[in-house]
Protein backbone atom coordinates (compact mmCIF):
# COMPACT_ATOMS: atom_id res chain seq x y z
CA UNK A 1 0.00 0.00 0.00
CA UNK A 2 2.09 3.46 -1.30
CA UNK A 3 1.41 6.31 0.96
CA UNK A 4 -1.04 8.76 -0.65
CA UNK A 5 -1.24 12.39 0.23
CA UNK A 6 -4.88 13.61 1.12
CA UNK A 7 -6.11 17.05 1.37
CA UNK A 8 -8.04 15.46 4.59
CA UNK A 9 -5.27 14.53 6.32
CA UNK A 10 -2.52 17.17 7.55
CA UNK A 11 1.50 16.55 7.77
CA UNK A 12 2.73 18.09 10.57
CA UNK A 13 4.55 21.36 10.06
CA UNK A 14 7.85 19.65 10.86
CA UNK A 15 8.38 16.09 8.68
CA UNK A 16 11.14 15.44 10.13
CA UNK A 17 10.24 15.99 14.08
CA UNK A 18 10.42 12.67 15.94
CA UNK A 19 7.13 10.75 16.44
CA UNK A 20 6.77 7.67 17.99
CA UNK A 21 4.84 4.16 19.16
CA UNK A 22 4.26 2.87 21.75
CA UNK A 23 3.93 -0.93 21.89
CA UNK A 24 4.55 -4.29 23.73
CA UNK A 25 7.47 -6.04 23.26
CA UNK A 26 4.98 -8.95 21.70
CA UNK A 27 4.01 -6.25 19.10
CA UNK A 28 7.53 -5.05 18.28
CA UNK A 29 8.39 -8.55 17.55
CA UNK A 30 6.24 -8.87 15.27
CA UNK A 31 6.88 -5.31 13.82
CA UNK A 32 10.41 -7.01 13.06
CA UNK A 33 9.72 -10.30 12.32
CA UNK A 34 6.70 -9.36 9.73
CA UNK A 35 8.41 -6.09 8.52
CA UNK A 36 5.01 -4.59 8.66
CA UNK A 37 3.17 -1.91 10.74
CA UNK A 38 -0.28 -3.30 12.64
CA UNK A 39 -3.83 -2.08 11.75
CA UNK A 40 -6.64 -2.24 13.98
CA UNK A 41 -10.07 -2.28 12.90
CA UNK A 42 -11.33 1.39 14.01
CA UNK A 43 -14.68 -0.47 15.69
CA UNK A 44 -12.50 -2.23 18.02
CA UNK A 45 -11.73 1.04 19.63
CA UNK A 46 -14.88 1.81 20.72
CA UNK A 47 -14.30 0.43 24.41
CA UNK A 48 -11.24 3.40 24.77
CA UNK A 49 -13.74 5.72 22.72
CA UNK A 50 -16.90 5.47 21.98
CA UNK A 51 -17.18 8.97 19.94
CA UNK A 52 -14.43 7.45 17.20
CA UNK A 53 -15.48 8.16 14.05
CA UNK A 54 -18.57 10.01 14.93
CA UNK A 55 -19.67 13.41 13.47
CA UNK A 56 -20.09 16.29 15.48
CA UNK A 57 -23.24 17.53 16.85
CA UNK A 58 -24.12 20.47 14.55
CA UNK A 59 -23.07 18.40 11.76
CA UNK A 60 -25.87 15.89 12.58
CA UNK A 61 -28.45 18.84 13.59
CA UNK A 62 -27.81 20.29 10.16
CA UNK A 63 -28.08 16.52 8.14
CA UNK A 64 -31.29 15.95 9.81
CA UNK A 65 -32.55 19.95 8.62
CA UNK A 66 -31.88 19.34 5.13
CA UNK A 67 -33.72 15.88 5.49
CA UNK A 68 -36.15 17.21 6.89
CA UNK A 69 -36.70 19.71 4.84
CA UNK A 70 -37.37 17.71 1.86
CA UNK A 71 -40.84 17.46 2.51
CA UNK A 72 -41.14 13.77 3.44
CA UNK A 73 -43.17 12.44 5.73
CA UNK A 74 -41.42 11.69 9.35
CA UNK A 75 -41.48 8.34 9.69
CA UNK A 76 -39.09 8.28 6.15
CA UNK A 77 -37.26 11.11 6.76
CA UNK A 78 -36.43 9.34 10.56
CA UNK A 79 -35.97 5.90 8.33
CA UNK A 80 -33.20 8.08 6.33
CA UNK A 81 -31.29 9.22 9.14
CA UNK A 82 -31.03 5.95 10.54
CA UNK A 83 -29.89 4.75 7.36
CA UNK A 84 -27.32 7.30 7.25
CA UNK A 85 -25.61 6.88 11.12
CA UNK A 86 -25.79 3.19 10.20
CA UNK A 87 -23.59 3.66 6.91
CA UNK A 88 -21.41 5.93 9.17
CA UNK A 89 -20.95 3.47 11.83
CA UNK A 90 -20.38 0.99 9.43
CA UNK A 91 -17.43 2.61 8.14
CA UNK A 92 -16.16 1.52 10.98
CA UNK A 93 -15.92 -1.82 10.27
CA UNK A 94 -14.09 -1.13 7.45
CA UNK A 95 -11.59 1.08 8.51
CA UNK A 96 -7.96 0.42 9.95
CA UNK A 97 -5.64 2.38 12.06
CA UNK A 98 -1.91 2.78 12.79
CA UNK A 99 -1.46 5.20 15.53
CA UNK A 100 1.65 7.44 16.79
CA UNK A 101 2.52 10.26 19.13
CA UNK A 102 3.90 13.65 18.27
CA UNK A 103 4.93 14.19 21.76
CA UNK A 104 8.68 15.09 21.49
CA UNK A 105 9.75 14.12 25.25
CA UNK A 106 9.12 10.95 26.84
CA UNK A 107 6.43 10.96 30.20
CA UNK A 108 5.06 8.62 32.90
CA UNK A 109 1.54 9.32 31.45
CA UNK A 110 2.03 8.51 28.15
CA UNK A 111 3.67 5.06 28.78
CA UNK A 112 1.46 4.04 30.92
CA UNK A 113 -1.49 5.19 28.37
CA UNK A 114 -0.29 3.23 25.55
CA UNK A 115 1.36 0.21 27.29
CA UNK A 116 1.02 0.29 30.85
CA UNK A 117 3.57 -0.98 33.48
CA UNK A 118 4.83 -4.00 31.33
CA UNK A 119 7.37 -4.90 29.98
CA UNK A 120 7.48 -2.40 26.11
CA UNK A 121 9.16 -0.29 23.64
CA UNK A 122 9.21 2.34 21.86
CA UNK A 123 10.07 3.47 18.86
CA UNK A 124 10.94 6.76 17.06
CA UNK A 125 10.55 7.74 13.80
CA UNK A 126 9.46 10.62 12.03
CA UNK A 127 6.24 12.09 9.92
CA UNK A 128 8.97 11.85 6.88
CA UNK A 129 10.40 8.34 7.74
CA UNK A 130 6.45 6.86 8.56
CA UNK A 131 5.39 7.61 5.23
CA UNK A 132 8.61 6.90 3.08
CA UNK A 133 9.09 3.42 4.85
CA UNK A 134 5.54 2.22 3.25
CA UNK A 135 5.94 -0.28 0.64
CA UNK A 136 4.69 -0.99 -2.74
CA UNK A 137 1.51 -3.24 -2.69
CA UNK A 138 -2.23 -2.85 -3.28
CA UNK A 139 -4.46 0.21 -2.07
CA UNK A 140 -3.60 3.29 -0.49
CA UNK A 141 -2.65 4.67 3.24
CA UNK A 142 -3.33 7.85 4.06
CA UNK A 143 -0.70 9.64 7.34
CA UNK A 144 -2.19 13.39 8.97
CA UNK A 145 -2.55 14.41 12.16
CA UNK A 146 -5.78 14.04 14.08
CA UNK A 147 -7.40 17.55 14.95
CA UNK A 148 -8.83 18.06 18.16
CA UNK A 149 -12.59 19.31 18.75
CA UNK A 150 -15.34 19.98 20.62
CA UNK A 151 -18.15 17.97 19.04
CA UNK A 152 -20.97 19.80 20.79
CA UNK A 153 -19.97 23.20 19.95
CA UNK A 154 -17.56 22.77 16.71
CA UNK A 155 -18.67 21.90 14.07
CA UNK A 156 -16.49 19.17 11.47
CA UNK A 157 -15.16 19.72 7.71
CA UNK A 158 -18.13 17.19 5.80
CA UNK A 159 -17.41 15.86 1.72
CA UNK A 160 -15.10 13.06 2.86
CA UNK A 161 -15.56 9.83 4.56
CA UNK A 162 -12.24 10.31 6.44
CA UNK A 163 -12.87 13.29 8.11
CA UNK A 164 -14.59 11.60 11.24
CA UNK A 165 -11.09 9.46 11.32
CA UNK A 166 -9.16 12.66 11.73
CA UNK A 167 -11.16 14.36 14.71
CA UNK A 168 -11.49 13.44 18.53
CA UNK A 169 -12.36 15.29 21.31
CA UNK A 170 -10.46 17.78 22.91
CA UNK A 171 -10.13 15.75 26.08
CA UNK A 172 -7.71 13.23 24.08
CA UNK A 173 -5.71 16.40 22.66
CA UNK A 174 -2.78 15.69 24.89
CA UNK A 175 -1.84 12.39 22.60
CA UNK A 176 -0.84 14.92 19.80
CA UNK A 177 -1.63 12.08 17.36
CA UNK A 178 -0.37 11.11 14.53
CA UNK A 179 -2.86 8.11 12.68
CA UNK A 180 -1.99 5.88 9.55
CA UNK A 181 -5.30 5.35 7.38
CA UNK A 182 -6.79 2.74 5.69
CA UNK A 183 -10.35 2.80 4.49
CA UNK A 184 -11.29 -0.46 2.36
CA UNK A 185 -15.43 -0.28 1.79
CA UNK A 186 -16.69 -2.89 -0.09
CA UNK A 187 -18.29 -1.65 -3.75
CA UNK A 188 -22.14 -2.02 -4.10
CA UNK A 189 -23.26 -5.51 -5.25
CA UNK A 190 -27.02 -6.79 -6.76
CA UNK A 191 -26.21 -9.87 -4.81
CA UNK A 192 -24.09 -9.65 -1.65
CA UNK A 193 -24.74 -7.50 0.71
CA UNK A 194 -22.15 -5.19 2.51
CA UNK A 195 -20.86 -7.14 5.77
CA UNK A 196 -20.99 -4.57 8.92
CA UNK A 197 -17.08 -5.19 9.23
CA UNK A 198 -14.49 -6.37 7.25
CA UNK A 199 -13.92 -9.98 7.74
CA UNK A 200 -9.77 -9.17 9.17
CA UNK A 201 -9.77 -7.65 12.61
CA UNK A 202 -6.35 -5.90 11.43
CA UNK A 203 -4.07 -5.29 8.67
CA UNK A 204 -0.61 -5.93 8.47
CA UNK A 205 1.48 -3.36 6.21
CA UNK A 206 4.73 -3.75 5.03
CA UNK A 207 7.46 -1.32 5.78
CA UNK A 208 11.14 -0.98 5.37
CA UNK A 209 12.26 -0.92 9.25
CA UNK A 210 15.74 0.52 8.11
CA UNK A 211 13.32 3.64 7.09
CA UNK A 212 11.17 3.52 9.48
CA UNK A 213 13.15 3.39 12.96
CA UNK A 214 15.26 5.87 13.80
CA UNK A 215 15.74 4.57 17.83
CA UNK A 216 14.04 2.27 20.21
CA UNK A 217 13.86 2.80 23.66
CA UNK A 218 12.91 0.55 26.52
CA UNK A 219 10.28 1.11 28.94
CA UNK A 220 11.47 2.82 32.11
CA UNK A 221 9.67 -0.91 33.84
CA UNK A 222 12.20 -2.42 31.45
CA UNK A 223 15.15 -4.79 33.78
CA UNK A 224 18.73 -4.75 31.71
CA UNK A 225 17.68 -8.15 30.73
CA UNK A 226 14.82 -6.71 28.29
CA UNK A 227 17.32 -4.30 26.92
CA UNK A 228 20.10 -6.71 26.03
CA UNK A 229 17.10 -8.81 24.86
CA UNK A 230 15.99 -5.99 22.21
CA UNK A 231 19.77 -5.37 21.48
CA UNK A 232 20.25 -9.28 19.82
CA UNK A 233 16.72 -9.15 18.32
CA UNK A 234 17.53 -6.25 16.05
CA UNK A 235 20.95 -7.57 15.39
CA UNK A 236 19.25 -11.27 14.49
CA UNK A 237 16.63 -9.24 12.01
CA UNK A 238 19.54 -7.13 10.95
CA UNK A 239 18.24 -3.61 12.21
CA UNK A 240 20.86 -1.62 13.00
CA UNK A 241 19.19 1.26 14.98
CA UNK A 242 20.68 2.49 18.70
CA UNK A 243 18.07 0.80 21.86
CA UNK A 244 18.69 2.91 24.84
CA UNK A 245 16.86 2.70 28.11
CA UNK A 246 13.59 5.44 28.89
CA UNK A 247 15.21 8.62 29.55
CA UNK A 248 12.71 8.25 33.00
CA UNK A 249 14.95 5.44 33.68
CA UNK A 250 17.71 7.52 34.69
CA UNK A 251 20.05 5.75 32.62
CA UNK A 252 21.84 6.89 29.37
CA UNK A 253 21.54 3.09 27.84
CA UNK A 254 24.27 2.10 25.58
Known amino acids: MPYVPHLVLQAPPDPDAPIWRYMS ?3 FLSLLDRRALYFTRADRLAESDRFEGSIARLNA ?10 GMDPATAQRLLESGADEGRGLAGHTFLNCWTAVPMETVPIWRMYVGDEDAVAVRSTFSRLTRSVKRQAG ?13 SDPMPEGSSLWPWVHK ?3 FEAER ?6 QDVPGPSNDVSVPA ?4 PARWVKVSLDT ?15 VDLVIRVLRR ?5 PVRRSDLSGDTGR
Open 169 to 171: RRS
Open 140 to 152: RIYVGQVRYIDYD
Open 212 to 226: LIDEVRVSPAGSDDM
Open 61 to 70: QELQGAVRGL
Open 197 to 200: HHPD
Open 177 to 182: EIRALI
Open 237 to 241: YRVRK
Open 25 to 27: LAR
